[in-house]
């Protein structure tokens, strides 16, 4: 199973079909940098006989800009909005995983997604299981698409 | 469907019978603040019945504690370590709240456990989320458990 590529096509496909964007995936992360820094990050479980998460982490700044992608309008500061914008990605690139990997035989049902903002956190995901992170950029925003899967 | 009297019991079994803590139950529970400050929290996702999440927020201190009763050891900083108890404490007090949404009809399944801490950060998503959080004590302090779903 190669989550780096699942991960890829469906971000380029949730930018390009629903934000009309195109985004560019670059090499997966060979280290995580675990902390982050005036950055929101959406998580969604993946529930079911094989279980996971995916996590899109954005420096708030990208954050607004893809929440003007969402809404057609400016966004100048994190808000509501923008939390609200940036658990929806996350929970359309889960979902189109999800049919991805429902198509190799996985029984996936998703959790709401839950969104994390602050000035200096560090999101993880401990366990045993496989997981990778891939870094996306746009014009001239840069954010990273992680998942976990048993 | 989670109110507090499905939280409570679930969340003090699995403190009194597989981390061997004594807690106390707040009857009135403070609000969750809306930042979190200088603490630890453990996110895990479920879904079937109905979609929603589990988490809880511990203050560094109450973390460390929690951490070193599930591990044996004397925990004195956030490590890796205690991160990964904190999931594992989620993954246990999700799996308790599942059993007895079980017993109530209502099957779920759990995702795996996501970790969040720092010096101030906040939880949130899904406003259109039910909520129900509940306040507990331990002797080295207060910590929440905070449910979200919906349907």
């Known amino acids: ?150 | 469907m989670f109110n507090s009297s499905i939280i409570a019991p679930a969340v003090r079994e699995i403190f009194e019978f597989m981390i061997g803590m004594d807690l106390t139950v707040h009857a009135d529970s403070s609000p969750l603040p809306g930042y979190h400050l200088n603490s630890v929290s453990a996110v895990i996702g479920f879904s079937g019945a109905t979609r929603g999440m589990v988490a809880i927020h511990c203050p560094e201190q109450v973390a460390l504690a929690i951490s070193s009763a599930l591990l044996d050891t004397n925990e004195t900083e956030v490590t890796a370590d205690v991160r990964d108890a904190m999931g594992e404490v989620a993954n246990m007090v999700a799996g308790g709240i599942k059993a007895a949404a079980t017993e109530q009809g209502a099957e779920l399944e759990l995702s795996i456990p996501t970790t969040v801490c720092g010096e101030r950060y906040s939880v949130g998503g899904f406003p259109s989320a039910k909520k129900t959080a509940v306040e507990f004590s331990i002797k080295e302090g207060n910590f929440f458990v905070e449910i979200r779903y919906v349907g």
């Open chain 1, 1 to 150: 199973m190669n989550l780096a590529q699942y991960i890829v096509e469906a971000t380029q496909e949730v930018f390009t079909t629903m934000l009309m964007e195109e985004v560019s995936a670059g090499a997966p992360l060979e280290t995580r940098n675990e902390r982050f820094s005036d950055s929101i990050s959406s998580i969604v479980g993946m529930a079911g006989a094989n279980k996971g998460a995916v996590a899109v982490h954005s420096p708030v700044n990208v954050a607004c800009r893809i929440t003007e992608l969402f809404l057609g309008m400016e966004v100048e500061s994190l808000d509501d909005d923008v939390k609200d914008a940036m658990g929806e990605l996350a929970n359309m690139i889960t979902g189109n995983v999800k049919g991805k990997l429902e198509e190799q035989g996985q029984d996936i049902r998703l959790s709401i997604p839950t969104t994390v903002d602050g000035d200096n956190y560090t999101v993880e995901c401990p366990g045993k299981h496989e997981g990778t992170i891939v870094p996306f950029s746009f014009q001239d925003c840069r954010f990273l698409v992680e998942i976990h899967f048993e």
